[in-house]
């Protein structure tokens, strides 16, 4: 097993195992020299959605991407996130960094943020069009007011470099919490193996089985419980 397929949490609760060796207190508390003590680790759910082919968009018709994009994070600030329970964590000119409670949550979001340009691209000539591609990754994460830091945030912009344009790609974590509730297609694409990753991930394509589905189901208590 992968080091992100061994742990076992209770959304409902937040709270989550590992057959892991804990690491001592040393290592998970103590700051290096010339650091800050560490916040505090939850687990959360990191998606990481950005613009296919920013650079090229930029540099041809750098004033509409512009446009385009801010009215892309306005809808994702005041509608997507706050609908779905997430919180924004960086916009970074051409992408956007976000956190969650439950994986569900950030599928959803995902999902209605690919559509967000459907309108727009109706207008545009092919290489003007603008899509996104999406990757979400369950994990323990040290949290803090401002950011979400640790080597799953990583992951979850390793398996975006999956994604084919209009396309979200989900950890095996991220699976298997949604597996039951799903409204979509799913696509298993087998062992990947990504830049700079130590071992071999399994990542799942999912996808609206039509525009007018809801994409995800979120559980309810008693699924959430059992």
């Known amino acids: 097993k992968t080091a992100y397929e061994i742990y076992q949490c209770d959304w409902s609760s937040d709270v989550c195992s590992s057959d892991l060796p804990s690491a001592p207190p040393s290592l998970t508390t103590a700051p290096a020299a010339g650091g800050m003590a560490l916040p505090p680790m939850r687990h959360k759910t990191v998606l990481v959605i950005d613009l296919v082919e920013s650079v090229r968009l930029m540099a041809t018709h750098e004033a509409q991407v512009v446009a385009l994009w801010r009215g892309f994070v306005h809808f994702a ?25 439950h994986p569900a949550q950030a599928v959803r979001a ?3 943020l690919h559509r967000h340009f459907d309108e727009a691209n109706r207008d545009l000539p092919a290489a003007q069009q603008l899509y996104l591609r999406a990757g979400i990754n369950a994990t323990r994460l040290y ?8 080597h799953g945030v990583n992951l979850a912009a390793r398996v975006a470099d999956l994604a084919a344009p209009g396309e979200t790609v989900v950890t095996a ?8 509730g799903v409204d979509a297609d799913v696509q298993d694409r087998g062992e990947s193996y990504l830049k700079h990753w130590p071992e071999p991930v399994r990542p799942w394509a999912v996808s ?18 059992s």
């Open 77 to 101: 600030t005041t509608q997507v996130l706050p609908e779905r329970g997430g919180r924004l964590v960086k916009s970074l000119g051409d992408g956007l960094l976000a956190e969650f409670e």
């Open 110 to 112: 995902a999902l209605a």
């Open 143 to 150: 949290v803090d007011d401002t950011d979400v830091y640790g």
């Open 173 to 180: 974590s991220v699976y298997d919490a949604i597996v039951v």
């Open 208 to 225: 609206p089985v039509n525009a007018h589905t809801p994409v995800v189901r979120l559980p309810t208590p008693a699924e959430s419980a």
